[in-house]
């Protein structure tokens, strides 16, 4: 059984950075592709990042893109969301999935098979 578990979150003010961890069990992170999504309150769920394939980048959403980092310690089995800059509008609930390698560049949560429970970012102003 896949288990992803975040971690890191918390109230941080604008302009601070925020590192999120997600660590997964029954599941190896160098077997797929792990990314991020997050979701606002009354908002759809949205991407954030994806870890790159092959010779590819990642990708981000535009909206954090320059500010946002993933990477990954597969000797941990951990994926990471680096987040710099941070402003009120990066407030939500931050998800951890994974896709596979077929499935890389899409953007949709439908593509997105193991899911973490969530951990929140809250940006203060």
């Known amino acids: 059984q896949v288990q992803l578990v975040e971690s890191g979150g918390g109230v941080v003010q604008v302009g601070d950075s925020v590192r999120l961890s997600c660590t997964a069990s029954?599941?190896?992170?160098?077997?797929?592709?792990p990314g991020w999504f997050r979701q606002a309150p009354g908002k759809e769920r949205e991407f954030v990042a994806v870890?790159?394939?092959?010779?590819?980048?990642?990708l981000y959403a535009d909206s954090v893109k320059g500010r946002f980092t993933i990477s990954r310690d597969d000797a941990k089995n951990t994926v990471y969301l680096q987040m710099n800059s941070l402003k009120p509008e990066d407030t939500a609930l931050y998800y951890c999935?994974?896709?596979?390698?077929?499935?890389?560049?899409?953007?949709?949560?439908?593509?997105?098979?193991?899911w973490g429970q969530g951990i929140q970012v809250t940006v203060s102003s």
């Open positions: 029954g599941h190896t992170f160098s077997s797929s592709l």
């Open positions: 999935a994974t896709t596979s390698f077929s499935k890389f560049g899409s953007m949709s949560s439908r593509d997105f098979g193991s």
């Open positions: 870890m790159g394939w092959r010779d590819a980048s990642p």
